[in-house]
């Protein structure tokens, strides 16, 4: 069975610190790999998604980069963080072409700027 | 723009049935999608539906109607476990998810 992990689960940095996220998939090849970012009381915000080995598609300016150097591998990176990065960032995953499949989840990492 | 609706939090007591409605407004339409998030975890999916009609599964229930933008949740026999917040999402004509803020839904004893 497909399974998806990510990791740290909390973080708490200060202003102006880098980051990395990390995720990785089991149990299934080119998977499409997201990352998205929750605010509280807004909709999923999507950031990167991917198709393939270091096929990377942004979706809103910011200090976050995104690398995807493994089939299964997702990473989600900052040179310097800001407050306004705070937030609960969640990987997922999907069946690749399939148009009716649903997202598949990692447990979340919540990550605090201060 | 892209725009899903859905009310912000719900009230239902426990054992009772509860239907929380989604309006959506996008550029194409690929199928809709609930998800169930409990506080602090990620989200988990509970129905798909991209014809007009009801898809019933178990307690859960989603019903779809293209023509009006709109679709419901429905949740019967309800049990403390169902507090949650549920997200209503929309696969776009890119195939791109637009989601909804989520509705809380509260259940009380």
């Known amino acids: 069975s497909q399974t998806i992990h990510q990791w740290p689960a909390t973080l708490v940095q200060p202003v102006g610190s880098p980051l990395s996220l990390e995720c990785t998939v089991e149990?299934?090849?080119?998977?499409?790999l997201y990352w998205y970012r929750q605010a509280a009381g807004r909709g999923l915000q999507l950031l990167f998604y991917?198709?393939?080995?270091?096929?990377i598609s942004s979706e809103v300016p910011q200090n976050l980069s995104a690398s995807r150097p493994q089939d299964r591998q997702f990473i989600l990176s900052s040179k310097k963080l800001l407050l306004s990065d705070s937030g609960f960032y969640l990987c997922a995953w999907s069946v690749p072409g399939l148009a009716a499949g649903e997202l598949f989840f990692g447990e979340g990492s919540r990550l605090t700027v201060l | 723009g892209q725009n899903i609706d859905q009310p912000t939090e719900m009230t239902a007591t426990e054992g009772a049935i509860v239907q929380i409605n989604c309006t959506y407004q996008?550029?194409?339409?690929?199928?809709l999608f609930w998800y169930q998030q409990h506080a602090g975890e990620a989200p988990t999916f509970l129905s798909y539906n991209v014809l007009d009609g009801l898809e019933e599964k178990g307690r859960f229930s989603s019903f779809l109607s293209r023509s009006k933008g709109y679709s419901y949740l429905l949740l019967k026999e309800l049990q403390m476990k169902d507090s949650a917040s549920y997200l209503c999402?929309?696969?776009?004509?890119?195939?791109?998810?637009?989601w909804g803020a989520g509705t809380k839904l509260i259940i009380k004893p």
């Open positions: 149990g299934t090849s080119n998977p499409n």
């Open positions: 999402a929309v696969k776009d004509s890119n195939y791109q998810l637009i």
């Open positions: 991917s198709v393939g080995i270091g096929q």
């Open positions: 996008t550029s194409g339409f690929n199928g």
